[in-house]
């Protein structure tokens, strides 16, 4: 009876010891010291996607992108208007004739072999563009509003599964969103 005592406690000792090891290894490990700073791409693309415009309100930059937004063709997923958040997506066919016509090819081979290769099913199916528009008071400019635009797409093969996923960071795409989001709120966007 004492020595099931005993193991108990030297089982119950050991677990102990080898959960508190753990936790203080966890602990010695040291963060980076530029871990936390931006990189200066980081900062060129935010300066890309935003605008400060001179408005009444970031009500009125909202009501203005959801026109530009539906013109580009994207579905409305959600309006958060007391945060200044709109959020849209759109689904494009991302199809390639010779991609397709290379897997295919694959297949062909493979099964002339003998074997079932599948390539095809890795072929892009489609692509979902996903926009997100922020909308704050400048810190910078008391009175204006900063509209921060950040595209995104995810590819998806003929599965479901995600074949690429990426921000976009062309300026002429950004560009115009804000041409087109100037002209909806009648006056110019600046830098």
């Keep these: ?35 936390l700073r931006l990189k200066e791409s980081s900062l060129e693309l935010r300066a890309k996607q935003s605008r400060i415009f001179e408005v009444e309100s970031e009500t009125a930059i909202l009501a203005a992108s959801v026109a530009v937004i539906q013109d580009m063709e994207y579905n409305l997923d959600y309006i958060e208007k007391p945060l200044g958040v709109l959020s849209a997506s759109k689904k ?41 528009l922020v909308v704050l008071p400048s810190l910078a400019r008391p009175g204006n509003y900063v509209a921060r635009v950040t595209v995104q797409y995810v590819v998806f093969d003929k599965q479901g599964r995600v074949k690429k996923r990426s921000t976009i960071e062309d300026a002429k795409v950004y560009e115009q969103i804000f041409a087109n989001l100037s002209k909806s709120l009648f006056l110019g966007g600046t830098e």
Excluded at 12 to 23: D, E, H, I, P
């Design 1 to 35: 009876m004492k020595s099931g005592i005993m193991l108990r406690a030297s089982i119950r000792a050991a677990v102990v010891f080898t959960v508190l090891a753990a936790l203080s290894a966890g602990c010695a490990a040291k963060i980076p010291t530029d871990a």
């Design 92 to 132: 494009v066919d991302a199809d390639s004739g010779s991609e397709k016509a290379g897997l295919i090819t694959m297949d062909v081979l493979c099964a002339m072999t003998g074997g079932s290769c599948g390539y095809y099913a890795t072929a892009s199916d489609e692509q979902v563009i996903s926009l997100t």
